[in-house]
């Protein structure tokens, strides 16, 4: 007897231990789930024994009325918590807002910070945001470990140009968060201090909202001054393990509840809980997840209904038949098997008939569509112009191809992610076989509105035309898709903003390969502004559209933003585009668009080859985040050698280099008409080259632009030739023969 009562102290001893163990970590009975309207289901709670952990505590303040809920030791306001995961807060709005003699009156460039480990930022629910028309807005923090840095840049110049509802980076921009994101910290900046727009936009913002809770609309650009905070959408999780590892520990396994699962979070580490199919409620909770009785909730049946734990079914009664479904066949009276039988048959062989003669129909009528479609593309997007001015080209060695949409879908394998080389802001380029083998790249172009089409097309004939070596050629296009396509020859060797920024590359770049570069970068823009039938003007000259060979040979491309200048103007008015940093300022400001626009991009170009600095960065102090600027004060302040990248001057060609550096200064002039022409940048860099090759010819090269124009003989004039005054030319601008070479006064 006593060894049975032993035995059976031990059986309630382990049966009071598995009692405790499945009791741990819930709330107690007096726990409050409820602060003001917001409602606190567990793992959350407010108070010690009401929580899962110190993470969970919501702080409730009930010197509000009604009292308001805040994450443990912050100031964020919680507004709801979802026990799907998710946990809505309010976050702060960072601001910048300027006076008329353009000082910062309110200045909150720090914006919600968040620094939660536990809770991070939804990559799905939510957008970082800039408003404003003088503004650029960076976010900085932390993604599953590492540093990240993004940002947007939003302008405008009047209230009208700003559309309703529209991120696109007119008055407002938009950018996703990347996953992983458990802080972050916002700061802006302004470009004029708001001066041209203070009337209607006198402040740049910057915030991350939940995507669904904020529709942009023109009046924010002055209303959101009055507005502190935002909605935010963070993810939370219990744990740092996965479901499996966290099951081996039943005692602090989170899914207490009978009838629930596990399953892993979508946003960063821990797992999360629900309830079982067909039963409802907090599956942290011991007793959390109760039987849903569709029978009385939704009633799907149409006759009889039986509900059990996890779900349900229906049934029809005796002399019934079918699913016995409300949305299915329902219940109806019983047939005959053989009645049944010929209503299977009839129905079955009318639906064989229906099937095969609507297939026919259908696939008839979407080629037809298809058809129709293509020839109306084609016309809307100039097709018919394109041919007539090809027709008036037959005599010319090479004309533009138009190619079919089928042809081009082929060649990029239906136009596969793994064949994108690289987007901007005037379309997607892909790498195209055609099938003749030869690899090209293919270009799906943006036009914004009809009226442009005639000048698109105007380009594409007069491109065709450019026959340079320095110039990507274009060989066709098509006009068969809503978005034209364009077909470029393909350069195999990437960009020259790859080069000289990525580490592993720059030291390759040696100051023989730069200067050469930049020589023939010059001498191509020099040829479009000079020697084409019609002046180019690029209009967003940069290292990413300098395309380099296997020989290091320079490649200008992307003509997406070019326009062609009439021979009897010099400037031309036109909406400001172009890439912030090499942007003209006088082009900015006056919206003239003249060919000593591209000079000056060309000099930061030149800039950015001698320091390997970027264009733009805003990693440094102030003075150094514009290039331009920075590089020019540096060459007067004779502060050069300090800025140049440090392998470049190891190699001891000091007079070439300030002399390149000098070339560049005069190509960032304020003033378009200090600078200047291309054609006088292309001949001074020639001869350097010469210089660099031929040291001995250094007595016979002029010294003075001017003299050398007059001493030139009349005959066609070289691009490649520099200030060298030989007779001797290498590769000639077309058409300039018989003209008198007068001095470049006006860089035109």
């Known amino acids: 007897m006593a060894f049975r009562g032993i035995i059976l102290q031990q059986q309630l001893l382990l049966g009071l231990l598995i009692l405790t163990a499945t009791t741990t970590s819930q709330p107690h009975s007096s726990c409050i789930n409820r602060c003001g309207s917001v409602s606190i289901p567990y793992p959350f709670g407010t108070r010690d024994g009401c929580y899962l952990d110190k993470s969970f505590l919501i702080t409730c303040n009930h010197t509000f009325e009604p009292p308001k809920p805040f994450l443990r030791h912050s100031n964020i306001i919680v507004r709801d918590i979802s026990l799907d995961g998710e946990l809505r807060v309010s976050t702060f709005i960072a601001r910048d ?3 008329k003699s353009g000082t910062s009156v309110i200045r909150k460039r720090s914006g919600s910070v968040l620094n939660l480990s536990k809770f991070p930022i939804s990559y799905t629910k939510n957008k970082f945001t800039a408003l404003g028309c003088d503004t650029f807005v960076i976010i900085k923090g932390r993604a599953q470990g590492q540093n990240y840095t993004t ?16 991120c696109s980076g007119i008055g407002c921009c938009q950018t996703s968060i990347p996953e992983g994101v458990a802080n972050f910290s916002v700061s802006l900046g302004s470009f004029t201090n708001h001066s041209a727009v203070l009337d209607f936009n006198p402040c740049s913002f910057g915030f991350v909202v939940e995507e669904k809770e904020y529709k942009f609309s023109p009046s924010d650009l002055k209303n959101l001054e009055n507005i502190e905070s935002v909605p935010v959408v963070l993810d939370w999780a219990v744990g740092n393990e996965t479901c499996e590892v966290a099951k081996r520990n039943s005692k602090s396994f989170a899914c207490k509840a009978e009838n ?9 580490p821990g797992y999360r809980c629900n309830c079982s199919s067909g039963f409802r409620g907090n599956p942290y909770l011991l007793y959390g997840c109760v039987d849903v009785d569709e029978c009385k909730d939704s009633n799907p049946c149409a006759k009889k209904c039986n509900n059990f734990p996890g779900g349900f079914n229906c049934y029809c009664p005796k002399g019934y038949e079918g699913d016995g479904l409300k949305n299915g066949t329902g219940c109806r009276p019983t047939a005959s098997k053989s009645k049944i039988v010929i209503i299977a048959l009839c129905i079955s062989v009318g639906l064989l008939v229906l099937l095969v003669g609507g297939s026919w129909i259908h696939w008839g009528l979407k080629k037809r569509r298809l058809i129709k479609l293509k020839e109306k593309f084609f016309q809307q997007n100039g097709g018919l112009l394109l041919q007539e001015k090809l027709s008036n080209h037959q005599g010319s060695v090479e004309t533009a191809k138009i190619y079919s949409a089928e042809e081009l879908e082929k060649a990029t394998n239906n136009y596969d992610e793994n064949r994108v080389l690289g987007q901007g802001s005037y379309g997607t380029v892909y790498r195209g076989i055609l099938l003749n083998k030869k690899v090209v790249a293919i270009k799906k172009s943006k036009i914004g509105s009809q009226s442009q089409v005639e000048q698109f097309i105007n380009e594409i004939t007069v491109l065709t035309q450019v026959i340079h070596r320095n110039v990507v050629k274009l060989l066709g296009c098509c006009l068969e898709t809503e978005v034209p396509l364009l077909v470029y020859e393909f350069i195999t060797n990437g960009t020259l903003f790859d080069h000289i920024h990525d580490k592993g ?3 390759l770049l040696s100051w023989e390969k730069r200067l050469k570069i930049a020589t023939e970068t010059a001498g191509a823009l020099a040829y479009l502004h000079s020697a084409t039938s019609v002046p180019i003007i690029h209009r967003d000259v940069k290292t990413a559209n300098i395309l380099l060979d296997d020989n290091f040979t320079a490649k200008v491309s992307d003509f997406g933003a070019s326009r062609i200048i009439p021979l009897d103007q010099t400037e031309l008015s036109t909406l400001v ?3 912030f940093g090499y942007l003209d300022p006088e082009y900015f400001h006056t919206s003239q668009l003249t060919e000593k626009s591209d000079v000056y991009s060309f000099g930061v170009v030149l800039a950015e080859l001698l320091t390997g600095k970027m264009a733009l960065s805003f990693d440094g102090p102030e003075s150094d985040k514009n290039l331009a600027m920075y590089f020019v004060s540096a060459v007067k302040g004779d502060r050069l050698l300090q800025i140049l990248e440090d392998h470049i001057v190891e190699e001891g060609n000091t007079k070439q280099i300030k002399e390149a550096a000098n070339l560049a200064k005069r190509c960032l002039n304020v003033r378009g ?11 001074e860099l020639e001869g350097l080259v010469i210089m660099e090759k031929h040291p001995w010819e250094k007595a016979n090269v002029c010294t003075e632009e001017t003299e050398c124009l007059l001493s030139a003989p009349t005959q066609s004039f070289s691009i490649d030739v520099g200030t060298n005054c030989s007779t001797t030319t290498t590769a000639g601008y077309d058409s300039m023969e018989k003209q008198v070479l007068k001095p470049l006064n006006d860089g035109r």
């Open 97 to 99: 807002c300027y006076n």
């Open 151 to 166: 940002g947007c840049i939003s302008l405008c110049d009047s209230i009208e140009s700003v559309n309703d509802g529209s």
């Open 260 to 268: 629930s699962t596990c399953y892993a979070s979508n946003n960063g």
């Open 505 to 507: 590359q720059s030291f």
């Open 577 to 579: 585009q172009g890439t």
């Open 673 to 683: 008409e200090d600078r200047p022409s291309m054609k006088e940048v292309a001949m």
